[in-house]
């Protein structure tokens, strides 16, 4: 029994540091917090002289003279300004940092040069409402000197725009003068520029917004959420939309975008769960090289799931799409911002206060650092009329891609609707009928029969190989196909209803006849901010006949489910491995270990189920099994 | 002891126009008198104890109280009449008075003959050992108190319990300086309530108080019809018409709760049974519900509460004029759609009677109340800024400056450059900011705060008679642009106004609670800005220069020779002064 105790805390073991080096290509590395700074990174910029500056949720901002050290020296920390409101983004200007506080622009300066701003100027105020959820992000400068903000929408219940500009990005001058530049927002926590100048920012899932994505953002564009088109009117705007045209469901993003002027189409859908769960910032790889072979493409950060991905744009007849990859997991804490240093590692500014994540630290700051070996990945996806070229770090072996079924490609899309999240709907599987090395074997170009236009596509590739035998580092990747170069043959196929997800033995959501409408006990469950349930353990008799009601008062989907002993981390862990699929079956995987459970519940909605409660006396984990929740989302159904 | 002549009422209880029907009621149900107070007969005293107007000679450090004839204050000295004896005995009660001390006063109250809240004059100590709100041995959690001729309010709530007497709360303008406090003695005999001064002078007014006895009011065979409804509650009409339902089940219940069926949403119910009150009297009844209800007594409608309503905010109050025994009662109540959202809440308040639920304990919320999250001062000018409570409203661009040396500190709305309100002891609480999301985002002064009317400070008034502004319009004239730290550590701000600039700045005094605030105009021509130095009920021009502000709530006072202006406004006075540009104007506020 020892024995096999020691097992599992060695698989433990293992499992955290595999995961730590799960890109080994990149190394994480911690910058040490002296005891006692609390550096919930809010926002993270560089200054001439090499020191870091980080702004924290508790509204300081620290100067780290020297970023690379090892060690935690607290003389190697001073504290430049404090007092801020929860500022959530800053950049450095011409001997001042600026940073976007919840309603204020404010640009900091140390006018005595004693290492502290002694002045705090307001450039530019905006109204608040007095919601937790009017966070402010920004400011990133722009070529033309001007700065960009962003402005969250408030939550209450729901996502809405209750003063002016929430839900907007604006466009301010060094003087002050705000610019609406673009609504549609709704969290829009990373926003920067590709290489070409060209604004993106991205999003996270929730009301209107299917799923994380990216979209390009130009001069009055309307990218998804109505709620800040209450502003629309307002003198400076430059949407034309109105609020009232929006119906609760409107079929899908991109057809909307396709029919009416104004609405843009994302970028890039980031598929729930498998490409995070909360995109956060982007940062364009202008390194040269300094961080490897994906000059030019961006990395996107992911708070829920400390991850950083990959994103790799394209411009088709003027409008942009992109492919996403998995690049690194493994980090501390809630990944918020990615900066360069100017040796060309990358900062990775964290938090997870109030929304939890997969690293359990609850702050810090990390570098990842390119070991200087080309990894073997995919390195971008270009979209041809009838098909993709994929063109890889490495040339490949070229026995490993004749077969077929190598490449196993999916296409799907997701609702746009008031609705928070949407499952993958319309999946379809695509026929790869060719598949023709290229690039004398750096790239191999598939030939698909069925390419949508406004569809996701999911591109799997099964044991391909470079000419050492090695594998690839990450085999999938999602393109967001919205044009298919010279019109191709792509096909339009209307929305249907999405897969309703059926009810089984182990969710009954209404009481079983022969209960002659008599419950033995009824059980509720509700949740607590921050990825938790608001009980710890709930306490049932054995056999007896249970309702269990789960009131999901988060602004988060959830759900709960009763699992075996022992396998609340294998049943998350296949949970997230259902993919595309997880919103649709619940995020529930079809495995023995799980013994009931809940549908997926939208924030503030309630399901009630009925179960026999084990006959075995004893305990019961139970989980929210949305994709990572499961890290703190537990607990304990005693059977007594 | 010379004979007493009768006495008028006293002047209006501040409290008393919370008994209005209506009236949102946030605070919890212990230390909030509804019905109203009785006032300790002040004929009792020695007569020439009796004054109508009590000011402190030499404000602040004065140690004699003058007065002017009047029977609306009672004046204890200790070397006059020290001390009064209420005509009543008293177990548990409430009581809540107003006092001003002289400089170096002791005194206090005395309960049932053997346990003393001292009420001395604690200014310019820097402990909170023998500040005001000290019981027996016992010292307040902190210093509360203002300095020597303002009025200051005390509340509390004493219970002789089963295990003795229990002070459960003091408050000291505004601020509990006790909470909770179990004496560990055996309870005394009734005994009548003493006010008594050992040494300087103390005056009191506004003694209103409740004694509570044992006698309450209960629900009695009460009965439950259940109706099941379709859809959700609307913010306009919750409660349905019951005469087009049908009932779906019916029963009894000893006690009031939403919990009676095992329903949990798109439900209904009605109740009805009898309310027996032991006294004769006023009660007042306060509604709370997560949902809708409408509440009867003796088949006349008390309270209606119709609409979605909320357990937490929304709270409705009914007052009527109740015979001893038994009253038909009935209530309808909706419960809310949103199935887990809940609360059921009646509680009533009468002759001699503390309020208290007529629901049983699990209808309701019961959410304990969260130690704070205390943010200490660090050094001088430290900066807070967040989402603040001001009266009531929630204000979005706050800022709140400690001060860790002398332990004042103040809070400022950005918005309107507004000096909003200013405290001693610890900065602030700052729970509802930094654990978890932060929901409320709000920091809350941890000291009693003097709260001023967070009106624009600063406005051009045309004309002598101009009103002064309530509010700025979003391009002005008064535009933010952000503060400088001085060399002495604190924030200056910043504000463009009359194409020059305000610059302003409040720096502690080096003792004493006390905050220096000067403020000035450069580059500007104009000619007619004004600076509002001051707000409240009555403004009293005092002796040397130093002005009683809302009725000796605190000192202001002016440097130099500038002269203010007091000027009438609808509610009360104000203290304004025309800012010349280039020049600055200094004032200090003292409490």
């Given at each position: 029994?020892v ?9 433990l ?9 799960e ?11 002296p ?36 060690s935690a ?21 011409d ?11 404010t640009?900091?300066?140390d006018k ?69 530049y673009?609504t ?49 009117q ?9 609020f ?59 708070q ?9 744009l ?36 964290m ?26 990945e995919?390195h ?26 190598k ?11 008031s ?42 590739l ?31 196929t ?31 469950i ?12 709930l ?16 602004d ?10 022992g ?9 997230i ?45 139970f ?18 | 002891?010379?004979?007493l ?6 002047v ?17 149900p ?12 002040m004929?009792?005293?020695e007569?020439?104890?009796?004054v ?23 004046l ?33 109250i005395?309960?049932q ?31 509360a ?55 300087g ?14 006698k ?15 859809g ?18 019916t ?43 409408i ?11 119709d ?26 109540y ?13 509680f ?40 603040l ?5 929630k204000?979005?661009?706050a800022?709140?400056?400690g ?11 950005l ?28 920091a ?19 004309k002598?008679n ?76 005092g ?5 009683g ?43």
């Open positions: 029994m024995k096999r105790y020691f097992f599992y805390i060695l698989i073991i293992l499992g955290s540091s595999l995961m730590a080096q890109n080994p290509h990149y190394q994480i590395e911690d910058l040490p917090i005891e006692g700074i609390v550096l919930e990174v809010g926002g993270l910029a560089f200054m001439p002289d090499g020191a870091l500056a980080a702004c924290t949720r508790r509204g300081e901002v620290w100067i780290i003279k020297d970023p690379y050290a090892t020296d607290p003389a190697n920390f001073s504290r430049f300004a404090s007092g801020l409101h929860e500022p959530l983004g800053l950049a450095y200007k001997g001042s940092l600026l940073t976007v506080q919840r309603g204020e622009l640009k900091l300066t005595n040069g004693d290492g502290k701003a002694d002045s705090y100027e307001s450039i530019a105020k905006w109204p608040l409402s007095g919601n937790y959820h009017d966070y402010g992000y920004g400011p990133l400068l722009l070529p033309n000197g001007n700065m960009m903000v962003a402005l969250n929408l408030s939550w209450i219940g729901y996502g809405a725009s209750l003063v002016k500009w929430r839900g907007w990005m604006l466009e301010i001058t060094p003087e002050g003068e705000i610019m609406p673009a549609g927002m709704r969290s829009p926590a990373g926003f920067g520029l590709d290489a070409d100048g060209e604004l993106f920012y991205s999003d996270n899932q929730g009301d209107w917004v299917g799923s994380g994505r990216v979209s390009h953002v130009s001069k009055g564009d309307f990218v998804g959420n109505p709620q800040g088109l209450k502003w629309a307002e003198e400076g705007s430059p949407v034309s939309l109105t009232d045209m929006f119906a609760d469901s409107m079929g899908t993003l991109y057809t909307q975008a396709m029919q009416v002027d104004g609405i843009k189409e994302p970028t890039a859908w980031f598929p729930h769960g498998v490409m995070g769960i909360s995109t956060s910032a982007i940062l364009l790889d202008d390194t040269k090289g300094k961080f490897g072979p994906f000059e030019n493409q961006m990395f996107i950060g992911d829920g799931q400390s991850k950083i991905m990959r994103m790799q394209e411009k088709v007849d003027g409008s942009y799409q992109a492919a996403l990859f998995p690049f690194t997991e493994g980090f501390s804490s809630g990944v918020l911002r990615q900066v360069w240093g100017e040796d060309g590692t990358m900062f990775v500014g938090t997870n206060r109030g929304w939890a994540s997969t690293g359990r630290a609850p702050f810090g700051i990390q570098r990842l650092k390119y070991n200087g070996k080309t990894p073997f995919m971008r996806i270009e979209a041809r009329p009838d098909g993709f070229e994929i063109f890889f770090t490495q040339k490949i072996n070229p026995a490993t891609v004749r077969n077929m079924d490449f196993s490609i999916k296409s799907f899309t997701y609702h746009y609707h609705t928070y999240g949407s499952p993958a709907i319309n999946i379809e599987t695509c026929n790869v009928s060719e598949a023709i090395l290229g690039d004398e074997g750096g790239s191999v170009y598939l030939k698909v029969d069925n390419l949508r236009e406004g569809y996701v596509h999911e591109i799997r099964k044991d391909v190989k470079n000419q050492l035998g090695k594998k690839l580092l990450h085999d999938f990747a999602y393109y967001t196909l919205n044009k298919i170069p010279g019109g191709g043959t792509g096909q339009q209307s929305t249907t209803a999405s897969n309703k997800s059926s009810s089984s033995t182990k969710r009954v959501t209404t009481m079983p006849v022969n209960w002659n409408g008599k419950v033995d006990e009824s059980v509720e509700a949740t607590k901010p921050g990825m938790y349930f608001n009980k710890e353990v306490e049932v008799k054995a056999g007896s006949k249970v309702k269990l009601t789960f009131n999901n008062d988060d988060m989907q959830h759900n709960w489910v009763l699992v075996k002993k396998t609340i981390d294998e049943v998350g862990l296949a949970a491995e259902l993919g595309i699929e997880g919103p649709a079956k619940n995020y529930v995987p079809d495995t023995e270990n799980v013994i009931y459970h809940t549908k997926l519940l939208e924030p503030e909605t309630t399901e009630d189920i009925y179960f026999i409660a084990p006959d075995k006396p004893g305990e019961y984990p989980v929210c099994t949305m994709a990572g929740h499961h890290i703190t989302m537990r607990g304990i159904l005693k059977v007594k | 002891m010379n004979r002549t009768p006495l008028v009422l006293l209006i209880c501040l409290l008393s126009s919370c008994a209005e029907e209506g009236l949102p009621e946030s605070s919890p212990k230390m909030a008198i509804q019905t109203e107070l009785d006032f300790l007969p004929e009792m005293g007569s020439n104890a009796l109508g107007k009590a000011y402190l000679e030499t404000p602040i450090v004065g140690e004699k109280i003058a007065s002017s004839e009047g029977k609306e204050i009672l204890l000295e200790a070397d006059g009449n020290a001390s009064f004896i209420s005509p009543f005995t008293h177990n548990s009660l409430e009581l809540n008075l107003e006092f001003m001390t002289t400089k170096g006063a002791e005194g206090g005395l309960l003959g053997a346990h003393k809240v001292y009420l001395n004059d604690n200014w310019g100590t820097e402990s909170p050992s023998n500040a005001p709100g000290k019981i027996d041995e016992d010292s307040p959690m902190s210093d108190s203002l300095a020597p001729g303002l009025w200051q309010k005390l509340r509390l709530l004493y219970h002789n319990t089963e295990g003795g007497p229990v002070f459960d709360k003091v408050e000291l303008n505004g601020y509990t300086v006790q909470e909770n406090l179990a004496l560990g003695t055996t309870n005394p005999d009734a005994a009548p309530l003493e006010l008594l001064v050992d040494k002078a103390i005056a009191f007014r506004n003694i209103g108080y409740k004694l509570y006895g044992d309450l009011p209960f629900l009695d065979g009460l009965s439950y019809s259940l109706y099941e409804i379709e959700r509650t609307t913010a306009e009409d919750s409660i349905p018409d019951f005469s087009a339902l049908e009932v779906k089940d029963g009894t219940s000893d006690s009031l709760s939403w919990q009676v069926t095992e329903e949990r949403r798109n439900y209904a119910l009605t109740f009805e049974g009898n309310l027996n009150v032991p006294t004769e009297g006023e009660y007042m009844f306060e509604l709370r519900v997560q949902g809708g209800a509440l009867f007594l003796d088949g006349k409608e008390l309270i209606n509460h609409g979605e309503t909320n357990y937490e905010e929304d709270s409705k109050f009914g007052k009527v004029k109740l015979t001893p025994g038994d009253h038909a009662f009935k209530l309808l909706r419960k809310e759609h949103m199935h887990w959202r809940f609360g059921l809440g009646l009533v308040e009468g002759p001699g009677i503390e309020k208290m639920p007529l629901h049983s304990k699990g209808s309701v919320y019961n959410r304990q109340k969260p130690d704070p999250y205390i943010l200490k001062a660090d050094g001088k000018g430290s900066l807070h800024r967040s989402y409570m001001h009266k009531d409203e204000l979005t661009h800022i709140s400056v001060d860790a040396e002398e332990g004042v500190h103040y809070s400022y709305d918005d309107n450059a507004s000096l909003l309100q200013m405290w001693g002891g610890e900065f602030l609480d700052v729970r509802q900011m930094w654990v978890g999301r932060g929901a409320e985002q709000l809350v002064p941890m000291g009693a705060a003097i709260v001023h009317a967070g009106l624009p400070n600063f406005a051009v008034l045309p002598k101009t009103s002064w502004p309530e509010e700025l319009t979003e391009d002005g004239p008064l535009k933010f642009k952000g503060y400088d730290i001085s060399e002495s550590g604190g924030p200056v701000f910043r504000y463009a106004l009359a194409g020059g600039e305000i610059q302003d700045q409040l720096v502690p005094a080096e003792s004493g609670r006390s905050l220096q605030r000067s403020i000035s105009l450069s580059n500007s021509e104009e000619s007619k800005a004004y600076i509002l130095l001051a707000k409240g009920m009555e403004i009293h021009e002796p040397n220069g130093l002005y502000v809302d009725d000796f709530n605190y000192y202001l006072s002016v440097d130099g020779d500038a002269k203010p202006q007091i000027r009438q406004t609808t509610h009360g006075q104000e203290l304004i002064m025309a800012l010349s540009p280039n020049s600055t104007i200094s004032y200090s506020l003292t409490w």
